[in-house]
């Protein structure tokens, strides 16, 4: 069984520019959520895909926006990078929405923004 | 979500078994206490959750207080690999959150030698 995998590992952006991360699920697992962790910080929750539709968003702008393919990997967008996106990303898939099953984190895309 | 609280780090010994606590006095009845790790620079581990009464599985025991206000997870024979930032986390049902998990500050656990 293959886990949450994420690429790329790292990346270094400017100020104003766009990234896109990308995340493929673990096997079977239909839910996606992403979450921003600062240096120091817990992470902080996205938002989260679900049959390719957004199913809820944690407090982040609108210029963070994300996409799941058919076959439930996804992109996360973020427009007009701003030094304080630095930060690791993070993805979670797990089985299925509204269920207490634990979610399965990949290892992050570490982002720097100068 | 309720919120909780957590000691800010820990230290145990290896071989001896780690007790972290977990405050969440304001939990409501449909609330699930989960456990998650975060070893450096991984992704969060799930470790254990539950409802009221006490869990284990091959990594943990959750022993969770009648009123069910404070929790704490037993790793019962730490090792160094064990060392990690441990989030204690209380979740609820909900259609437009079901994926959402609230990590706080953690317990940073450091197993010494």
């Known amino acids: 069984e293959t886990g949450v995998t994420q690429s790329p590992t790292h990346l270094i952006k400017t100020r104003g520019q766009q990234v896109t991360l990308r995340c493929s699920s673990q096997?079977?697992?239909?839910?996606v959520s992403w979450y921003q962790q600062a240096l120091g910080q817990g992470p902080q929750f996205i938002f989260q895909y679900y049959r390719e539709e957004e199913n809820g968003r944690g407090n982040f702008p609108p210029r963070f926006s994300g996409l799941q393919f058919p076959n439930y990997s996804s992109e996360l967008n973020v427009n007009a990078l701003e030094l304080d996106d630095s930060a690791l990303y993070l993805c979670?898939?797990?089985?299925?929405?509204?269920?207490?099953?634990?979610?399965?984190f990949g290892p992050g895309t570490r982002l720097t923004v100068l | 979500d309720a919120k909780t609280t957590q000691p800010t780090s820990m230290d145990c010994a290896e071989g001896r078994a780690a007790n972290l606590p977990c405050n969440h006095s304001?939990?409501?009845?449909?609330?699930?206490v989960y456990w998650y790790r975060q070893i450096h620079s991984q992704g969060p581990q799930y470790i254990i959750h539950?409802?009221?009464n006490n869990e284990t599985n091959e990594m943990a025991s959750l022993i969770i207080t009648e009123d069910r206000k404070s929790s704490t997870l037993i790793l019962p024979h730490a090792t160094l690999r064990d060392t990690a930032v441990y989030y204690c986390?209380?979740?609820?049902?909900?259609?437009?959150?079901?994926?959402?998990?609230?990590f706080g500050q953690g317990t940073t656990l450091q197993v010494k030698p």
């Open positions: 979670a898939s797990s089985p299925m929405e509204g269920s207490y099953n634990e979610q399965f």
């Open positions: 096997s079977g697992h239909n839910t």
């Open positions: 304001t939990i409501s009845g449909n609330e699930y």
């Open positions: 986390i209380v979740r609820t049902r909900g259609s437009s959150n079901t994926g959402k998990l609230i």
């Open positions: 539950g409802l009221k």
